[in-house]
Structure formats: structure tokens, C-alpha cells
């Protein structure tokens, strides 16, 4: 995002703001859905800092708006709401509300599906950020296995000790 269009920040601002209430979250809560910093976040909102396209998807997921939304606004136009089973997964993983959870394989296809109608430029960019997204799931679990492979080794020493 270009710092120096005010404009366009307080659009970002605003809708950023009413989405929020709407959603009936806080700020905090926003930044932790996003996977930065409440710091990061209030940067963004005052036009101190930019984002990264990674950071973008994530604070479109957060505020449950669809894919496109925050240029739109940043373009002048509105951002338009997440609709679909795919566009709110973020949220109904997180709440664990609304619609019946899809299995991988069904999220896959419909992803596959919607890719295909992209142009490839767009694509490209798409599964580049998926890719980036699934390498940091793939770390998380590393660490939350070894944190439980701790756990367990625990457990046994103490059993054995017993």
C-alpha cells in the first residue's frame, strides 16, 4: 500500500473499522486471525506501514471479506463479504460456527476448480502463497509434535519412576 495516498488509508481505515464491529471482534482479535502483530496492524491502519500480499489474503480471511476486497477499497470501491463455503473457512475453523467443516480433499477441489478460471499470472501468485502458507502449517506441526514427543517423554519418566 503507497503511504503517502491518505485518501485511500482512511478508506482502508474505515472499512477496516466497520467490518470489525460487525464481526463483533477486537482489534487483537483481528491481528491474531491475520497472524501479525496488534503493533503491525494499527501500523497498517494509520498508513505508517504496507503489507505484503501474504498479509493482505490474511487480513481479508480475518475480516471474512473475499479475495480482491482490500484493493478494491484502496481503489475506491467496496469490499464485498465472503460468501462461500471456501471464502469463510477461516472462519468456521476458528469458531467453529456455521457451516459443516470440509474435508481437505473437497477444499482441494473446489480451490482447483476456482484456479482454473484465473489467469495464469494471478495463479501463479495464488499457489505461490499457498505454498508459502502450507510450509508454515507444515513448521507449526513440526512444533507442536515435538512439544508433545516432550510431553509423552515426561509422562514416561514419571510413570517410570513411580
Do not use: C, Y
Not at 12 to 38: C, F, P, Q, T, V
Not at 134 to 149: D, G, I, Q, T, V
Request: no cysteine.
Amino acid at each position: 500500500m503507497n503511504r503517502t495516498d491518505e485518501s485511500a488509508r482512511l478508506r482502508l481505515a474505515d472499512a477496516m473499522d466497520g467490518r470489525r464491529k460487525e464481526l463483533r471482534l477486537r482489534w487483537e482479535e483481528i491481528a491474531e486471525r491475520a497472524e501479525i502483530s496488534g503493533t503491525h496492524l494499527r501500523r497498517i491502519r494509520r498508513g505508517e506501514s504496507g503489507f505484503t500480499d501474504l498479509v493482505e489474503v490474511r487480513l481479508e480471511e480475518a475480516l471474512l471479506w473475499s479475495p480482491g476486497s482490500i484493493k478494491a477499497v484502496l481503489g475506491g470501491g467496496e469490499p464485498t463479504p465472503a460468501a462461500s463455503r471456501l471464502e469463510i473457512l477461516a472462519h468456521t475453523t476458528q469458531t467453529g460456527h456455521g457451516l459443516d467443516t470440509p474435508t481437505v480433499k473437497e477444499l482441494q477441489a473446489e480451490i482447483d476448480a476456482l484456479m482454473g478460471g484465473l489467469p495464469e499470472w494471478r495463479r501463479r501468485r495464488l499457489e505461490k502463497l499457498i505454498a508459502e502458507e502450507e510450509a508454515e502449517l507444515e513448521h507449526l506441526r513440526r512444533s507442536r509434535l515435538k512439544r508433545w514427543k516432550e510431553v509423552i517423554e515426561d509422562q514416561r519418566g514419571q510413570s517410570d519412576l513411580s
